[in-house]
């Protein structure tokens, strides 16, 4: 083993002095021979890595039985990695437990809501709330820490593998158990929870707490208020386990910054990790692309997601595929430059940090059809050459290491309580997607060139200028108080559909709706209208709707129609409504869905009364996304070609100075298809960068462009 000097240079994040951005994958090396891992560390010096992910899945060839360590052969990797300058996030090891432990202990297995056992196989089963799985992975924790706290490889933990991915909902007798304990600490009394889970419903009253379950296969819908719970509860104790493992290590390796894998994308829903962001030393994330129409728009809403869960500190992407993966039902090979375009997407967005999964792709195993940075066809590949490219290019941002994204005026509210409560079963529709609509409006930022942060809850709204809440559904007077501050501050506020409904325990406030909003946004609600799956409802601004209308009364005089329906059941009344405090904000309801295309010219109306001026010049809007990062001394602006079109930037191009480009490089002052380009400029220099100015002095304007 090394001397302590190379420590502090392979810790991760590297503080203040940041030098590098962090570059690896998984590496799975149990899965080969050690003639196998002395060429991979050569080929990794090659690609430019310099953290790996290890032991994720190693449990079983730790410990071979319950009373047998074998720890020689990770000795022998950490010191391979470690002695060639490349550091390791070394695992846990907890996430997959081996099958001994199951055969001795069947009963840290999960069970599937209508009682069945989920059975060993494949991986993750195991119970969150199993004393007996927890006491087993703590042990191996516990030998983890000891043996490699003192590594000089060892830059940060990974405590077990994207917690929650296979086992969030277990519905077994150890999970009803820790229920009722979750439950007595929220409730305090059986009496209140029946008044919170309105039990005089349906007689379902509880007399003690025994009688109380998770929600299991039932003859009807279950209490939604015990859903909403059983969600909170499963959540917190994933949550838990985490807090468990980090424990141990706090307590063996103080120094060593801790994180775990979220998995901020796409429908993962079940963890609410605006609630976990706090128990990682740094937030990282796991993405992967599904093809479609929005995909890069999602790619850059969950990485957006990410680091403003992290609060905006530089956070570390953990994961994404060099190329197909092996879990949709089609797994499409990544365009040439597409690789390098969703890499640095993510480092726009504030990742200093870009891993895969995984280094080398497995011969065996049920993911031997994913992509890996070395493939099936070896080094001699278009994916591995271009893991070397990537590797070049992050080399050369490596004065980015550090830097914070720039918050941007719009803010979109993203909350897993509206999520979960929106989505509930017995509703006016069961179609309703509260991440899909979110995803709507931030398709429409980028369509109208503006930059606009995705923020949890807790993020300070007096930052922003304009604040989209979508799909807002479970809204309490804090809540509430909240968005009239901001809007009394002079803030615009965004509502849609379906929004200030409930309030946490999921009850209706009375008197129409959309409930505690009602004022602000000067409408009244009688009864939901929501659409059939093949309606359609037409809109004077030459737009539609789709999946839910409202019958709107507008109760305030400062309140006028913005948007109107001319066909379908609200015909010739509001579809869109504001309400415009004098001197103040405003307050946008938007009764329909509008998808987003239809969102466009109603979100390009609130920022016009914001006075925001689009950051992009028309004939690059959608096609380019920005995104600024600042730090001490010099501002990094991203510009990203979405399109397969070479693209001219015109006046963009000479707004700094070229750190680094991917795809076409043949002109300066175009961006080939998929290509990258990140300019460099001294802070105070540059038109980006000063929050101080703002409004119509806009403080990220790139080019004179027409509002
Ligand atoms: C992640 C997981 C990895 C690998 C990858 C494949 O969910 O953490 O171990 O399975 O997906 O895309």
């Not at 994961?319 to 997407?345: C, F, I, Y």
Request: aromatic content about 8%.
């Amino acid at each position: 083993m090394q001397s302590d000097h190379r420590r502090r240079w392979l810790r991760w994040p590297q503080g203040t002095n940041q030098t590098r951005i962090g570059y690896g994958a998984d590496y799975n090396p149990e899965q080969w021979s050690p003639e196998v891992w002395r060429q991979d560390v050569r080929l990794m010096r090659e690609a430019g890595v310099n953290i790996v992910s290890l032991a994720i899945f190693s449990w079983a060839r730790l410990q071979p039985t319950a009373q047998t360590w074998d720890f020689d052969w990770l000795d022998e990797v950490m010191d391979l990695l470690g002695d060639n300058g490349i550091a390791v996030d070394l695992a846990t090891a907890t996430a997959s437990p081996p099958p001994w432990l199951t055969t001795a202990h069947p009963e840290i297995l999960p069970v599937d809501r209508n009682g069945h056992t989920i059975w060993p196989g494949a991986r993750q089963h195991w119970r969150p709330t199993s004393a007996v799985f927890r006491q087993h992975a703590l042990a191996l924790v516990t030998e983890m820490a000891k043996r490699y706290g003192r590594h000089p490889a060892l830059a940060a933990w990974h405590v077990s593998n994207e917690l929650g991915c296979h086992n969030a909902w277990d519905y077994s007798d150890d999970a009803a158990a820790a229920f009722r304990i979750w439950l007595a600490d929220r409730y305090g009394d059986v009496e209140t929870l029946n008044a919170a889970w309105g039990t005089s419903f349906w007689s379902q009253r509880y007399g003690d707490w025994p009688e109380i379950l998770v929600p299991r296969l039932a003859a009807s819908h279950p209490n939604p208020t015990q859903q909403l719970d059983f969600r909170r509860f499963s959540s917190d104790a994933l949550r838990d386990h985490l807090r468990a493992e980090r424990h141990v290590l706090g307590q063996l390796t103080p120094d060593i910054p801790v994180t775990t894998n979220f998995m901020v994308m796409g429908q993962t829903q079940a963890m609410d990790y605006a609630s976990w962001a706090g128990d990682v030393d740094f937030v990282a994330n796991d993405h992967y692309v599904v093809p479609g129409p929005q995909a890069l728009d999602e790619l850059s809403f969950s990485a957006n997601l990410t680091r403003n869960l992290g609060g905006g500190r530089p956070w570390f992407l953990m994961e994404h595929s060099p190329s197909a993966v092996n879990w949709q039902s089609v797994n499409v090979a990544k365009a040439p430059g597409a690789m390098l375009r969703d890499s640095l997407t993510h480092v726009a967005h504030g990742a200093d940090a870009v891993c895969f999964f995984q280094w080398r792709q497995s011969a065996s195993g049920a993911e031997k059809y994913h992509s890996a940075m070395v493939p099936h066809a070896g080094p001699d590949s278009d994916v591995f050459r271009s893991v070397v490219e990537l590797g070049a290019v992050l080399g050369d941002l490596h004065e980015v290491a550090g830097s914070q994204v720039v918050p941007p005026h719009v803010a979109i509210l993203f909350d897993w309580a509206s999520w979960w409560a929106s989505e509930l079963d017995s509703h006016p529709s069961s179609r309703v997607r509260y991440r899909q609509e979110a995803l709507d409006w931030y398709s429409a930022a980028l369509a109208t060139g503006t930059r606009a942060d995705i923020v949890p809850l807790s993020a300070d709204l007096s930052r922003y200028d304009v604040v989209v809440a979508p799909i807002l559904h479970v809204v309490d007077a804090e809540l509430a108080g909240r968005l009239v501050d901001f809007v009394e501050g002079g803030g615009h506020l965004v509502t849609t559909y379906f929004s200030g409904i409930v309030d946490r325990s999921d009850h209706v406030h009375l008197g129409g709706y959309p409930g505690l909003l009602r004022e602000l946004l000067g409408i009244r609600i009688q009864e939901f209208a929501p659409l059939l799956e093949h309606e359609s409802v037409a809109l004077d601004n030459g737009t539609s709707g789709t999946l839910w209308t409202d019958q709107i009364e507008i109760t305030d005089r400062e309140t006028h129609c913005v948007v109107t329906y001319l066909d379908g059941p609200q015909s010739g009344r509001p579809a869109v409504t504001r309400r415009v405090l004098p001197l103040r904000g405003s307050a946008t309801y938007v009764s329909t869905r509008l998808g987003a295309g239809g969102i466009v010219p109603v979100l390009a109306s609130v920022l016009r009364i914001a006075d925001i001026i689009p950051e992009l010049p028309q004939a690059l809007r959608d096609k380019v996304e920005v995104s600024v990062r600042a730090g001490d001394d010099s501002v990094f602006t991203f510009l990203i070609n979405r399109t397969n079109e070479q693209l001219d930037l015109g006046a963009l191009a000479s707004q700094g100075t070229q750190l680094a480009r991917t795809g076409d490089i043949s002109d300066p002052a175009t961006l080939g298809p998929r290509g990258v380009m990140v300019l460099s400029s001294a802070r105070g220099s540059a038109p980006a960068g000063n929050r101080a100015a703002r409004r119509r002095h806009h403080p990220h304007q790139l080019a004179e462009v027409e509002p």
